[in-house]
């Protein structure tokens, strides 16, 4: 069968490696000129590296250098995704500086017309663009003001470098992970950095009370101490109470709203290695519970060099609660938008809250020959985007057992009415599964009949579940495909 996947991050690598290996015809596309997603050198920004260890972010049969550190840099991660390519053989697939502007359903499939102008037909398509690969960058008023004053605003993604920031006074606006890291990466060369999150989060540290962020977080107790915070108030209380007295956010005013189990309402983030010790030594400022309201360029008064009204001379920005910063650079950290432009709104994917009705994350029920890879985004979701490229192979293979249309759309409606609840509406658009990243592997190995051996299962209960853990049986279930088709 011919295959287009659109997109060549984490999961359409996944894919592609996957539907290859049983004897599909693939070839993916992407707008960028490198592979990766996220990881290719055209997005990195500085003091970027993966927030998961090496060990829970590989593919369960790719293994990342043992000599790595645990958390890789951006760098080696993107040769690790080209190390996957080269080892299983794909790199012809790949199509790559090649966007697609339009998919159209056709009788025998797809129709995808390129930007290249050429027109490419498929029988079956993947959708894996990235549900955070579309920066947000908010449209401030008074944005024209601010440039024609030499003002820059730019998201961590849009090609950041440190001679952006290079003796600039900067702003970042949020407070995640991209927030955070350039925070302290350019701090070591900017005049002033501010950051403005309009609500502060809670931060994992990377080891608390002895025990590591992952030890907790990715194992089967810890899935279950999230997905039911109430049952378990005291244990959230004692987390948020060490969390707070190790970070010292006390001191800093910085301690969050809300409680400790906030944490997995969107998706989870550790704190920055430094970044509470560079507030704290002034390094860093941060203007809590804050947003910009408006831009300007700020006429420059020549005798005493400050900005004394609207004109050309000095960016600022203006924030809601009255206070004015001098903004040479914005660094947009404000999130991602989860959309497909390149389908016709006319296909139902979405509901009318922009929420993906998808089962399994992967399977649109109007629309055939059409799956998602990748967006079932978890706390492992590489692992999470392997085991979702087997379950498309099946789904085309037509080994699943499926319940019925009419039950699919009553697991779609009950799974997103949940995450929209427990997330307070931070769920990417309903590609968030947290906390239940087992949860859903769990769900789809059931499907493909490549459950977990129980002596696996068990030890996940305590220990952090590493993708290494699900080599034998996704390798299994691969083989079985292969002989299928």
């Given at each position: 069968m011919q295959i287009a996947v659109i997109g060549a991050g984490i999961a359409g690598l996944?894919?592609?490696?996957?539907?290859?290996?049983?004897?599909?015809?693939?070839?993916?596309?992407?707008?960028?000129?490198?592979?990766?997603?996220?990881?290719?050198?055209t997005r990195h920004y500085p003091g970027l590296t993966t927030q998961n260890t090496r060990m829970t972010y590989e593919y369960s049969d790719h293994p990342a250098p043992a000599s790595w550190p645990d958390y890789p840099s951006a760098e080696q991660w993107h040769s690790y995704l080209r190390g996957y390519v080269d080892r299983f053989g794909f790199s012809a697939s790949l199509r790559l500086g090649t966007g697609v502007s339009r998919a159209e359903p056709t009788p025998e499939g797809w129709e995808l017309h390129l930007d290249s102008g050429e027109r490419f037909q498929a029988a079956h398509l993947v959708v894996a663009n990235g549900v955070f690969s579309r920066p947000l960058v908010p449209g401030w008023p008074g944005r024209a003001g601010h440039a024609e004053a030499g003002g820059v605003i730019k998201a961590p993604s849009q090609q950041l470098t440190l001679d952006d920031?290079?003796?600039?006074?900067?702003?970042?606006?949020?407070?995640?992970?991209s927030a955070c890291d350039t925070a302290m990466a350019l701090s070591a060369v900017a005049a002033s950095v501010i950051v403005v999150p309009r609500r502060l989060m809670w931060k994992g540290s990377k080891v608390l009370l002895g025990k590591h962020f992952e030890d907790v977080a990715i194992t089967r107790l810890g899935e279950r101490l999230f997905a039911h915070p109430r049952r378990f108030g005291p244990v959230f209380r004692v987390l948020s109470r060490a969390t707070v007295k190790q970070q010292g956010l006390t001191d800093l005013g910085l301690v969050p709203p809300g409680r400790f189990d906030d944490i997995v309402a969107g998706t989870a983030s550790l704190a920055t290695d430094g970044f509470f010790d560079m507030v704290r030594a002034g390094e860093i400022a941060v203007r809590r519970d804050c947003s910009i309201a408006e831009l300007r360029g700020a006429r420059t008064d020549s005798s005493t060099g400050t900005g004394t009204g609207t004109g050309t001379g000095i960016p600022e920005a203006v924030l809601d609660d009255g206070?004015?910063?001098?903004?040479?650079?914005?660094?947009?950290?404000?999130?991602?938008e989860q959309s497909v432009p390149f389908l016709d709104p006319s296909l139902t994917v979405q509901n009318a809250d922009g929420e993906f009705e998808l089962f399994r994350n992967t399977l649109p029920i109007s629309v055939p020959n059409l799956t998602f890879a990748g967006y079932n985004a978890s706390l492992i979701s590489s692992l999470s985007a392997e085991v979702g490229a087997i379950w498309i192979a099946a789904h085309l293979a037509g080994t699943l057992n499926l319940p019925s249309p009419s039950d699919q759309r009553a697991t779609i409606s009950s799974d997103l009415t949940a995450r929209k609840a427990r997330t307070h509406g931070k769920h990417a658009s309903g590609t968030v599964v947290l906390p239940y990243s087992l949860g859903t592997i769990d769900a789809m190995l059931s499907d493909l009949h490549a459950v977990l051996p129980r002596r696996t299962r068990t030890a996940q209960w305590t220990r952090r579940s590493y993708s290494t853990d699900f080599r034998d049986p996704l390798a299994a279930a691969v083989r079985a495909l292969s002989s299928a088709i």
């Open positions: 996944a894919a592609t490696k996957v539907l290859t290996t049983v004897g599909h015809d693939v070839t993916t596309f992407d707008t960028e000129p490198d592979l990766g997603g996220v990881w290719s050198p920031a290079r003796d600039k006074y900067v702003v970042v606006v949020g407070y995640g992970k206070t004015v910063l001098r903004a040479d650079l914005i660094v947009a950290a404000t999130g991602f």
